[in-house]
């Protein structure tokens, strides 16, 4: 499967791993739980850098918010105590359905955020919580991940290695996210994030943001300029279950067409409001 590889290098530090990343370019892959290397080998990949050694596996209150390290996998945030006091214990509630439990001790925050496919869950998760990232190329860098996700180069081979998540702590919001698949476990055909702050009976801000359209997530500024001010009532959410329908940008592939799926925004819309709604 990965024939073509001569080493594996274990850095003990992550100057040496950017020393080796450039050593070797193009030709060098990272290792952290390495389900996506073993699903989707690089062909061109000589070197193989393990980043089991560069102790990123962590998960830290700050007073900035969470920090959380690039190697730290699905399953230890599933079953972390700290988490379960972030946001009401919304990660470790979602990630849960995320995968097979089989999966969830391979697949690692950082990996799945810096690959980003378009079907998965992560990016629409903490695109939504407003995640930071901490880059390192020889000096660390901050970075929104909206605005990581713009900068292509970023995430090349070449890139800089991303080594901690950064959760802000968005006191009093609440959080509500669905998905779509065919089965329990599968990749979502659709998912949807909202989040919502209120003051008083009323919405102060609303965030909603749409992936697997099939494509990147994307928020829809439209409901939410629809949401805020309002309370959440019936016929206001009807309203904003109409407007995602019109706004919702979609397209056809090969498990769905783009009507059902500009249907479906409308639907998984409906849930998240209901659910914020009964939360407050």
Known sequence: ML????DYISPTDLGEAVALLRQFPGEAALVGGGLDLSWRPRKQARVLIGLDRLALTYQECREEGLAIGATTT??????????VKYLGGFLPRVLNHVATPLLHGMITIGGALVRAYPWA???CLFLGLE??????DGADRLLSLADYYADRSLRGADGPLLREVLLPTLAGSRI???RFTRTAVDIPLLNQLLRIRWEGSRVAEAFVWLGARPG????VAEVETLLVGSSLTGEECEQAVGRMREQA?????LRLSADYRRHLAGVLLRRNLEEVADAA
């Open 3 to 6: 024939k073509q590889v001569i």
């Open 74 to 83: 699905l399953l230890q945030i599933i079953e972390s105590p700290l988490l």
């Open 121 to 123: 869950d992560l990016p």
């Open 131 to 136: 995640a930071q990232v901490i880059l390192y």
């Open 176 to 178: 509500a996210y669905q």
């Open 216 to 219: 990147a997530a994307r928020r």
């Open 249 to 253: 940008e979609v397209e056809s592939d």
